[in-house]
């Protein structure tokens, strides 16, 4: 079993519509948490982190339930520009260890 | 864009063969860490260099090993190459301590084994 599991997708979408993904983690002693952003052929890049009471930022909305171990992010309005995969980083250190597992990936096209 | 780069972007070996990939991390950060990431998979942490010493290591072989230097750019050596180690290496730079646990990585190394 992977240390943290995403469903790869594809989600196809139209614009406009809402989308989430989900993600579980197995390592109950992990820290910290993120979304981070991979568009095709670059690098990943940091969308946002994710605490326990739930954060938002514009049009995206994140939330980590300990308990289940369970991570969400919620995408309202998507744009077609929000074409990308998105990656669920889960930190087993606390601070900046940079020893970060990241999941497979849930890959998000949005259609015109 | 990150300001981490890594050199170079594509190359071609064969099986047996060895390589040396490099990175240059952002101004101002002294953590190094690599990864490498296979078609289709997110990025797996191979091993993270601090203050020129190994700093935690993945599930990685030992032919997997690596280098920080003083000015904190960093080498990545794979000795007696696979198929499966064709892969992007992704080279990520932070700053110790920084609470927002935040990587920025260079746009990778593209490795093909043949």
């Known amino acids: 079993r992977k240390e943290v599991e995403q469903d790869p997708g594809p989600f196809n979408v139209p614009e406009g519509a809402t989308v989430a993904f989900n993600c579980t983690y197995s390592?109950?002693?992990?820290?910290?948490f993120f979304w981070y952003r991979q568009d095709c052929r670059k690098e990943p890049k940091l969308l946002m982190s994710v605490y326990s009471s739930g954060n938002e930022d514009g049009r995206f909305t994140a939330q980590l339930n300990r308990a289940s171990q369970y991570i969400s992010l919620l995408i309202r309005d998507s744009k077609l520009s929000d074409s990308a995969t998105y990656l669920c980083v889960v930190n087993r250190g606390s601070g900046n260890t940079g020893k970060l597992i990241f999941g497979q990936g849930t890959t998000l096209q949005v259609k015109p | 864009e990150t300001g981490v780069t890594q050199s170079p972007t594509h190359l071609i070996k064969t099986r047996g063969q060895q390589v040396t990939l490099r990175c240059s991390s952002q101004s101002g950060h002294n953590t190094v860490s690599w990864y490498q990431q296979a078609l289709g998979q997110g990025p797996q942490f191979i091993f993270q260099?601090?203050?020129?010493?190994?700093?935690g290591r993945g599930n990685f072989p030992p032919r997997f090993s690596g280098l920080q230097f003083p000015n904190y750019s960093s080498e990545l050596n794979v000795n007696a190459l696979e198929l499966d180690d064709s892969a992007l290496y992704l080279c990520?730079?932070?700053?110790?301590?920084?609470?927002?646990?935040?990587?920025?990585f260079g746009e990778g190394s593209r490795l093909t084994v043949l």
């Open positions: 990520a730079s932070s700053l110790s301590g920084d609470p927002t646990g935040e990587l920025f």
């Open positions: 390592n109950s002693a992990s820290q910290s």
């Open positions: 260099y601090y203050r020129e010493e190994e700093n």
